[in-house]
């Protein structure tokens, strides 16, 4: 595992999604050298599909959740 998947692995959604906006906002404004914009683009997509995956995996886990027949709220078990 390289340094960044490290570094990526460790963001909460919202660290990620942070650093995301800065990003774009850094490219927006145009304050980058070319090769700064290719690598700063390049760690934006990186985190982007960490994001995906974060919000992925927390879909999943509200999908758990489901209505009883008694009207309580309990998990449905989708690891079995």
């Known amino acids: ?23 774009v906002e850094k490219l927006e404004r145009g304050d980058a050298p070319l090769e700064e914009s290719i690598n700063i683009y390049q760690r934006g997509a990186q985190l982007k599909a960490h994001c995906e995956t974060k919000l992925k995996n927390a879909q999943l886990k509200v999908e758990k959740i489901v209505l009883g027949k008694d009207g309580s709220v309990g998990t449905k078990d989708f690891d079995s």
Do not use: P, V, Y
């Open 1 to 23: 595992m390289t340094k960044t998947e490290t570094d990526l692995k460790n963001l909460s959604f919202e660290q990620a999604l942070e650093e995301l906006e800065t990003i």
